[in-house]
Nanobody, 120 residues
């Protein structure tokens, strides 16, 4: 099982980006999916998570600007980021709880980071 994130880049203050993360492999089911970020010198923090039923949770700093969504048929989670600010600059990582076909239980997986840089 792998998570492949994409969509990062350089954007100006106030701009938008859309991140995508696809889960691939022998997947039986996916529970919660989410996005985390880590800026240089800071701890990794949760940005947004979404359950298999569509319930969402966001860190306060992105509420009203970011939207997380998922396409269960495509095993994909998205993060639409609007009104980006320089303080949103970080490496963004996708995360998911997945049950693989060779496992009896859910396991937590991380994708590689995708860099988001917001210029002032």
């Amino acid at each position: 099982v792998q998570l492949q994130a994409s969509g990062g880049g350089l954007v100006q203050n106030g701009g938008s980006l859309r991140l995508s993360c696809v889960a691939s492999g022998s997947i039986v089911s996916i529970n919660t999916m989410g996005w985390y970020r880590q800026a240089p010198g800071k701890q990794r923090e949760m940005v947004a998570v979404i359950t298999s039923g569509g319930s969402t949770n966001y860190v306060d700093s992105v509420k009203g600007r970011f939207t997380i969504s998922r396409d269960n048929a495509k095993n994909t989670v998205y993060l639409q980021m609007n009104s980006l600010k320089p303080e949103d600059t970080a490496a963004y990582y996708c995360n998911a709880d997945i049950r693989a076909s060779d496992r009896r239980y859910l396991q937590n997986y991380w994708g590689q980071g995708t860099q988001v840089t917001v210029s002032s």
